[in-house]
């Protein structure tokens, strides 16, 4: 058995093992600690028997699934699926960590559940990373949508089935758009060998030599399904409303690594399988791309809801990375990847802080804060580090992606490269005035200031006490660090990630005619 299989089996195994302990909370989420850390493990020796430098695909295994159709369970993994794995493996033991710290279970709700759906979710994520072949790429897309459906609609917030029903409608459609492009591919590689495959190789062969207007089609087909998963404005409602009602640690998971297999299907599918038609459609997904960045920020900077201003901001910076893709240049796509994962640091970091500061608050509403930095110190350094990350303050992890994003794009698109740069400058707005509001002045806000004389007691605001907040706890300290510590090496010295992306985005790049060869 390979690393990889490994990887994706042993947290699907820890699900089960916890599933049977919903009557034990505790030796529930110590059981599915110790499954998360031994996943997170084994990234070590997969991330050290990578050889950057060699096969396209690596930690290869097959076994035949329906062998009528050329259907197998088949998995590997390149440069770009590695980071994302490790990214998923990192947040997971976090997420696990913070439950009962940031997250309360909703009553008659057992921590055994709510853990092995997380569990669950990891072992299907990993899956579609690292999946080569393509039909079973779309059965594991379409799969992974069920477990992130009951955690949002069984442990999220009023709202909770509402934006379960969205996140899961949203995402489910356009898998089923995506089938039928995988379907046309399908029939395409029958024509050309007279048997029908679906092995991600053979069909990138065999597809990308077709005419341009069947690229087309079938590339819009994809593309439909990882844009809405991306996602992309217009089709990026179901984010706001299911980040907003979920649990701090599934709103991790959900932001911080699910959504990046809508940018990553663009890399692993959209353009080495149809190569014409990216180039040929590049114009309109830029126009996405950098609407996106502009809206989203503007929506950012107006919202009252915490969670729902990261949403917007991670709309923002999608609109980043899918621009470094679509650019067509060697630097913007080695940023795209690289901001991927430090994406998901960084954002992964600032939905930790906001949960604490809701746990402390009882509310998500920004009005409800102000001075918190008075009594919450620590958590407010915290929180500033995570959002001059967010902004890609220089030294900082995201600063190096988003720089060879706009350097690489500027290249190839500079006015579209021009118009996102503006991006840049809203997110210094709206990241500051977030922070400004809920951690700077006088302690103000429902969250942190109460009435004195007990329950139901109506007195001026003058002579309103605050209330008693703690700062940050050890456990709370455990989380965050290793998130700090990877934002500023990182950002300090991002070399081991790009070396071991650059092959990957290299052999991406040279099946785009015209591309970037530097």
Not at 341 to 354: K, P, Q, R, Y
């Amino acid at each position: 058995m390979t690393w990889l299989l490994a990887l994706i089996l042993l947290p699907i195994a820890g699900a089960v093992v916890v599933a049977w302990l919903r009557d034990n909370d505790r030796l529930a989420f110590r059981t599915a600690l110790g499954f998360s850390l031994a996943t997170l493990a084994l990234v070590i020796p997969l991330w050290n028997s990578y050889e950057p430098g060699g096969d396209r695909m690596q930690q290869t295994s097959s076994v035949e699934w329906i062998p009528r159709f050329g259907i197998h369970f088949a998995f590997g993994i390149d440069g770009i699926a590695l980071v994302m794995i490790a990214v998923i493996a990192l947040l997971v033991p976090l997420v696990i960590t913070v439950l009962g710290v940031t997250d309360r279970l909703p009553a008659g709700r057992s921590a055994g559940g709510y853990l092995s759906l997380i569990l669950v979710q990891q072992g299907l994520t990993i899956g579609v990373f690292s999946a080569t072949d393509v039909f079973l790429f779309y059965v594991l897309f379409e799969v992974m949508l069920v477990p992130m459906y009951f955690l949002i609609g069984a442990y999220g917030g009023p709202n909770r089935q509402y934006a379960a029903v969205k996140f899961f409608l949203y995402s489910f459609l356009g898998g089923l758009i995506m089938l039928a492009s995988v379907i046309g591919a399908y029939v395409i590689a029958s024509e050309e060998l007279t048997e029908g495959t679906f092995d991600w190789a053979t069909l990138t062969a065999v597809v990308s030599d077709a005419p341009l207007s069947t690229q087309i089609w079938l590339f819009l087909g994809f593309f439909l399904a990882f844009a809405i998963k991306a996602p992309l404005v217009p089709l990026h409602t179901w984010l706001p409303d299911a980040a907003g009602q979920a649990p701090i640690g599934v709103a991790v998971v959900l932001v911080g690594v699910l959504d990046k297999v809508g940018t990553f299907g663009f890399l692993r599918y959209c353009i080495p399988m149809f190569p014409a038609a990216s180039q040929e459609l590049a114009p309109w997904v830029l126009t996405l791309a950098v609407a996106g960045v502009l809206y989203a920020s503007v929506l950012a900077a107006g919202q009252q809801d915490m969670k729902r201003f990261v949403a917007y901001v991670s709309i923002a910076h999608f609109g980043f990375i899918t621009l470094g893709i679509f650019a067509f240049s060697m630097q913007s796509q080695v940023g795209a990847v690289t901001y991927m994962l430090n994406h998901s640091l960084a954002t992964g970091m600032l939905i930790l802080v906001i949960g604490m500061v809701i746990a402390r608050g009882g509310s998500s509403v920004i009005s409800d804060y102000g001075g918190m930095a008075k009594v919450t110190p620590v958590l407010a350094g915290l929180m500033l580090v995570a959002g001059l990350a967010t902004l890609a303050l220089p030294g900082t992890n995201t600063f190096i992606s988003e720089f060879l994003v706009l350097l690489g794009a500027f290249e190839t698109r500079p006015v579209f490269t021009v118009f996102a740069a503006i991006g840049m400058v809203l997110a210094a707005v709206y990241v500051l005035w977030l922070y400004q509001r809920v951690m700077q002045g006088p302690v103000r806000g429902n969250a942190l200031v109460g009435a004195a004389g007990g329950p139901g007691a109506v007195q001026a605001p003058e002579v309103a006490a605050p209330k008693v907040v703690r700062d940050t706890s050890r456990r709370e300290l455990a989380v965050l660090a290793p998130l700090v510590v990877l934002i500023i090496g990182l950002g300090i010295y991002p070399k081991p990630v790009v070396d071991v992306v650059t092959p990957s985005v290299e052999a991406t790049m040279s099946a785009v005619q015209g591309g970037d060869e530097r």
